[in-house]
T-cell receptor, first 111, second 117 residues
Framework: QKEVEQNSGPLSVPEGAIASLNCTYS??????FFWYRQYSGKSPELIMF????GDKEDGRFTAQLNKASQYVSLLIRDSQPSDSATYLCAVKRGGGNKLTFGTGTQLKVEL | GAVVSQHPSWVICKSGTSVKIECRSLDFQATTMFWYRQFPKQSLMLMAT?????????EQGVEKDKFLINHASLTLSTLTVTSAHPEDSSFYIC?????????????FGPGTRLTVT
């Protein structure tokens, strides 16, 4: 079992729709959760991080965390073509330095 | 957000030569920097954790004699790929941990694309 699992996609959504990206993790010691966006040929860019159960909103993005079920999700409202990228989920154990990444979900927002 | 730079952005070298990649935190001090490698269509794999003034901590399977890491100051870490071979061709990305946050974040540099011929 991979430590961090994501559906590789591609996930296709029409412009203006809500894109829902999911991530599950296996280490119950994970305390911090991050979503990165990576455009083709570029390095990852931090979108959001979440530490507590529940929802965290930032603009069009909402991160959701459920530690009991060991999943974290990212919702993108009003999806735009510029949101088309690969979204990487990363987790970190409490007190540690290391980020463990999933393989990413490719999102395509279609006109 | 914090800014991390890398140099060079791309490099082509011949098999057997060595290549040095620099990672700098531009507007903050980074006691800890990380080096990742990413092959096409794959996720980021952590190679090593670099702490200022001490030896780097390498992940399992990463050859420390081949990938030399130096973190001489709070704003600079370097990765040297020694005796590079075509299988070392990859996208190398550094990141830095923001020092003065209670809940820390990791910011990535733009990456260096290495091609070994």
């Amino acid at each position: 079992q991979k430590e961090v699992e994501q559906n590789s996609g591609p996930l296709s959504v029409p412009e203006g729709a809500i894109a829902s990206l999911n991530c599950t993790y296996s280490d119950r010691g994970s305390q911090s959760f991050f979503w990165y966006r990576q455009y083709s040929g570029k390095s990852p860019e931090l979108i959001m991080f979440i530490y507590s159960n529940g929802d965290k909103e930032d603009g069009r993005f909402t991160a959701q965390l459920n530690k009991a079920s060991q999943y974290v999700s990212l919702l993108i409202r009003d999806s735009q073509p510029s949101d088309s990228a690969t979204y990487l989920c990363a987790v970190k154990r409490g007190g540690g330095n290391k980020l463990t990444f999933g393989t990413g979900t490719q999102l395509k927002v279609e006109l | 957000g914090a800014v991390v730079s890398q140099h060079p952005s791309w490099v082509i070298c011949k098999s057997g030569t060595s290549v040095k990649i620099e990672c700098r935190s531009l507007d903050f001090q980074a006691t800890t920097m990380f080096w990742y490698r990413q092959f096409p269509k794959q996720s980021l794999m952590l190679m090593a954790t670099s702490n200022e003034g001490s030896k780097a901590t390498y992940e399992q399977g990463v050859e420390k004699d081949k990938f030399l890491i130096n973190h001489a100051s709070l704003t600079l870490s370097t990765l040297t790929v020694t005796s590079a071979h075509p299988e070392d061709s990859s996208f190398y990305i550094c990141s830095a941990k923001v020092r003065d946050r209670l809940m820390w974040e990791q910011y990535f540099g733009p990456g260096t694309r290495l091609t070994v011929t």
